[in-house]
C-alpha cells in the first residue's frame, strides 16, 4: 500500500506501475505457495515498478 501511496508523488508512469503491482498482489497472493505463475506475476508486476523508479532515480543525476 505505501508503495502504492508513494507512486502518485512522482511520474505518472509509476501510479501506474503501483497499481499494477498492487493488482497482481490483490489477484493473487491466496495462490502463493501453490500455484508458481502467482509468483511470477507478483513478482513481474514488482520488477516492472523496481526498474521505472531506478531510472527516474537515474535521471536525476
Request: proline share 0%; hydrophobic share 45%; aromatic share 4%.
Amino acid at each position: 500500500m505505501v508503495l502504492r501511496d508513494l507512486s502518485h508523488l512522482i511520474e505518472s508512469q509509476h501510479a501506474v506501475r503501483a497499481d499494477a503491482l498492487y493488482q497482481a498482489w490483490r489477484e493473487n497472493w491466496q495462490a502463493l505457495g501453490k500455484d508458481d505463475e502467482s509468483v511470477l506475476v507478483i513478482d513481474n508486476a514488482l520488477d516492472d515498478l523496481r526498474s521505472d523508479i531506478l531510472q527516474t532515480l537515474k535521471d536525476l543525476d
